[in-house]
């Protein structure tokens, strides 16, 4: 690794150079910032709607290019043996090019820092002394904040080089976590990349151990796919689905430093709000609402009220009567019935198909009628008054207001997929008397949406990444299914840290629930982030909570990372000693507890003038400790970690498989060091 004093200006010192060519970078970013922001499109022909949507489009662009101080321009660069295109350098006679978060170019359009994206950026992360790819040489940079201080050359193609480990590679996966997730553009491994890189058609699934990036690889995938596919993704839309609003406020930044503004986020709940949820059910229940069964019994609830007609329509047209038969009207509805289209759908297409009787009767009588006639008809009481009776409009609330409410209701529509036993377990033990006022849970938020798209289909997106997937119930995977029908997904999680009554024993069964049978399953083991010793203590409780997994490995054998504390007397004590132990050192702490126990260690904190932020909340020089709830530890990372009483954050939860899995998430979110303390015996599974 070579590196020099902030202060050398020499142009002949190699890292002075690559500094000159980082200023000239930044400035041409500002020059191509400084053109987006100067066009004027007040001549342009158009509507006022056409002019706004141009106008919004150059303001995203606008934002695109904003030159952000801490992030560097550029991370790698790629020496190739021979020229590329018209790209060649001078030099060793072949094609140079800077690999970066964005493409910048000068004035000239000649390029200056290439997209990681791009084609040919796929060599820095592929390339290897194995197979170098016609790469002659490979550097990577070294920044402190936004300043370059250092390489690191490796000569891919030069067989006398001895290999070695990257220094600077190390340093970056390593640097603290301080603020929200930070991207990873500079340190993609090969099998990552391969990830990002699939096919836009193709659904992925990642089965990934923690620490292996798997939240990273979906994020930059979406940047990929909407850098190759831009055009397609803008129409149908982009959507990142996280576990909860925590979550989701530590990884929002990662997509705008990559210039990418546009991609919507949500949990599962938000897709899924179409009642106010204000109450909770007991596990058995929520396990039974949230099975793939419930699917059926909603399809036979909103066709419950199809009604065969026991009498003709009559409809009149001036001076005459026209008769479309009871058997008539049975075989249109028998027809639209048997088509499983939406309900919805089939309610304004029955209207129609009557008039559509009504006119042949018409033609035959020697009238010469046309669609205004046919739509007259449609519309007109008597045939209103038919598709009222016989198929009548469907609320998808007031429908499961009434599922949950009522057992007779119920019992019809669920006779031979729920027992009686299930069937009591899910009804309500007071019926809500309006759809504001019920006692709406979670898992009853889903089934309202499942409703709703029985009676009218919804929207698709382009393509949906789902994070934290194992915790999903069967009727949630259909609820995203349903946003990427025509669309693909990236599904990001770990059975092990599946922590629901419900979650998902297998990536195939999953998949099926998504509308994705059949997608790719890829399975990322190596490490990361955890380091050895800790991944390696976690790892003993896999053959508990998830027997068919691989235990993780890590690039990170550091020693001295975990400590694990008996304490005798005064546990609140212990952990507030650790938490300063480890708030003397650079980064960001942690702190995990069973949520039973987080009053009191709040009131400790307070107490001890310790401040504290909670869980989403970017860090400060000021408060560098978060008090993080077991219950929301998934997907976070700190660089040390204090555990609270493993023991608790077992028993907090239904059942021992689900404790120990909540314990396996907790046990693995420090990127440096784990601090465990506990008073009462450790699981027996832990050894």
């Not at 060519?21 to 500002?30: I, P």
Request: proline share 6%.
């Amino acid at each position: 690794m070579h590196s020099a004093a902030p202060t050398t200006t020499d142009p002949a010192d190699p890292l002075q150079r690559e500094r000159n060519h980082l200023a000239s970078s930044r400035a041409a970013l500002r020059a191509m910032r400084e053109d987006a922001e100067q066009l004027d499109i007040s001549d342009v022909a158009g509507t006022w709607v056409t002019q706004q949507v141009l106008h919004d489009q150059i303001q995203r662009r606008i934002a695109a290019l904003a030159d952000l101080a801490d992030t560097p321009l550029f991370f790698g660069r790629l020496d190739f043996l021979r020229a590329i295109g018209e790209d060649a350098s001078e030099g060793a006679g072949g094609s140079r090019f800077y690999i970066g978060r964005r493409h910048v170019h000068d004035a000239e359009g000649d390029p200056m820092v290439i997209d990681w994206r791009a084609p040919v950026s796929q060599t820095f992360y592929q390339a290897s002394r194995k197979d170098p790819m016609d790469i002659a040489k490979r550097r990577r940079f070294g920044y402190t904040g936004g300043e370059l201080t250092a390489y690191e050359d490796e000569n891919l193609s030069d067989p006398a080089e001895i290999e070695q480990a990257s220094a600077l590679l190390a340093a970056e996966i390593e640097k603290p976590r301080v603020g929200p997730m930070r991207d990873i553009v500079a340190t993609i491994q090969p099998e990552q990349d391969e990830i990002v890189r699939a096919d836009v058609s193709g659904t992925v699934c990642v089965q990934g151990a923690p620490g292996t990036g798997k939240t990273a690889v979906g994020l930059h995938r979406v940047a990929y796919l909407l850098y190759a596919h831009r055009e397609r993704l803008a129409k149908a839309g982009t959507l990142v689905i996280g576990p909860n609003s925590s979550f989701l406020s530590y990884i929002e930044q990662v997509l705008p430093a990559l210039g990418e503004l546009d991609v919507a986020q949500a949990t599962v709940q938000q897709l899924v709000a179409h009642v106010e949820v204000r109450a909770q059910d007991a596990p058995e229940a929520a396990v039974i609402k949230g099975d793939a069964r419930l699917a059926e019994v909603l399809r036979r609830a909103v066709r419950d009220g199809i009604t065969m007609p026991t009498e003709p329509c009559m409809v009149v047209r001036g001076s005459r009567r026209w008769r479309v038969p009871v058997y008539e009207l049975i075989e249109i509805i028998e027809e639209l019935a048997g088509r499983e289209i939406r309900y919805g759908a089939a309610m304004a297409a029955l209207p129609q198909r009557i008039a559509h009787a009504v006119l042949l009767k018409m033609e035959q009588g020697g009238e010469a009628p046309d669609d205004r006639v046919q739509d007259a008809v449609a519309r007109s009481r008597e045939v209103k008054a038919v598709v009222k009776a016989c198929w009548p409009a469907v609320d998808p609330a007031k429908l499961v207001l009434r599922l949950l409410g009522d057992a007779e209701f119920l019992a019809r529509c669920a006779e031979g997929i729920l027992t009686p036993e299930e069937q009591a377990a899910i009804l309500w033990p007071k019926p809500g008397r309006s759809v504001k006022t019920a006692p709406w849970t979670a898992a009853d938020a889903v089934l309202v949406d499942e409703a709703t798209d029985l009676v009218q289909r919804t929207p698709s997106l382009g393509h949906v990444v789902l994070d934290e997937a194992q915790d999903l119930s069967p009727m949630q995977y259909r609820a995203v299914g349903r946003r990427c029908t025509t669309g693909s997904a990236t599904v990001l999680g770990d059975l092990a840290q599946g922590t629901t009554p419900w979650a998902t024993a297998s990536w195939p069964e999953a998949l099926r629930h998504l509308g994705k049978d059949g997608a790719h399953v890829e399975e990322l083991t190596t490490g990361f982030r955890v380091p050895e010793q800790v991944i390696s203590y976690a790892s003993r409780l896999l053959p508990s909570i998830a027997p068919g997994l691989a235990p993780a490995t890590s690039i990170r054998t550091g020693q001295d990372t975990l400590a694990i504390r008996r304490v005798a007397e005064d546990l609140t004590g212990a952990v507030l000693a650790a938490c300063r132990e480890a708030l003397g050192r650079e980064g960001s702490t942690g702190l995990i507890a069973a949520d039973d126990r987080l009053q009191a260690l709040e009131a400790a904190l307070h107490a001890a003038g310790m401040p504290f932020l909670t869980p989403g909340t970017e860090t400060t020089a000021e408060a560098r400790l978060t008090l993080v709830p077991a219950s929301l530890a998934k997907g976070l990372e700190y660089d040390y970690v204090v555990l609270d009483e493993p023991a608790a954050v077992v028993a907090g939860e239904p059942d021992r498989r689900t404790g120990l899995r909540r314990l396996y998430v907790a046990l693995t979110r420090a990127v440096s060091g784990l601090t465990v303390l506990h008073a009462e015996p450790l699981p027996a599974e832990l050894g």
